[in-house]
């Protein structure tokens, strides 16, 4: 084999060290890709909501009203901020048995489970969208569900092509579910506990992005 002259060697170096800079960049900019935001929702459920002004008006701005009119007082309130990118969120509201719930959203609340491939929507969530997605089975996907008790339920993910039929089975029944959408009124929990939010989404193979603003009321009868 032919030896290599010192320059030829000083080259061989110089090109090693460039080959190794470039790949150390390749797998730092991987790194920041796959950890950036949005790339998927936390596994656990947060332990406290998070209160949010909005911009937008509440899609119903007259349920204090419409409280008083049903002959029930308001026992305690929370405005919460619902993002696509989380697990269940615990609104730190309390409901005993026998109480009442009501729910309004901001109407400039919006999210998508993956912008790319379907449109944004509002609390009610798309008909359209690919039903196997689903946590509860019996709320659109993308709409914003409730549960009621001590842990929610978690229902495994899903790897669905875009092409699966619209609005199909999936998703889970439970008892302390509950489906307010862009509103609820006058809701009667089956049973007691913690108030959760969350959207009705089990994926995080997809960047989902966006959120909803809430306000929540637990009321009795006077």
Known sequence: MTPIKKNEQGFAVEVIVVAAVVVAMIALGWYAYANRPGTGKSSTPQSSSSSSSSSGAWRDPSIAQEIAVAGQAIQSQKQVTVSAQVDWVDTGLQVAAGQHMWVTTSDDGKWSGNPQLFPYSDANGLATYPGGYKIDANANVLSMIGFVGSTPPQVAEQSISVGAPAGGP??????????????????????????????????????????QVAQVWVTSSK
């Not at 049973?191 to 992005?209: A, E, H």
């Open 170 to 211: 999936g998703g889970i029944t439970n008892a302390g579910f509950f489906e307010p959408g862009n509103t609820l009124k006058n809701f009667t929990p089956t049973q007691s506990g913690k108030v959760w939010l969350r959207n009705n989404d089990n994926t995080n193979i997809m960047s989902d992005s966006g959120q």
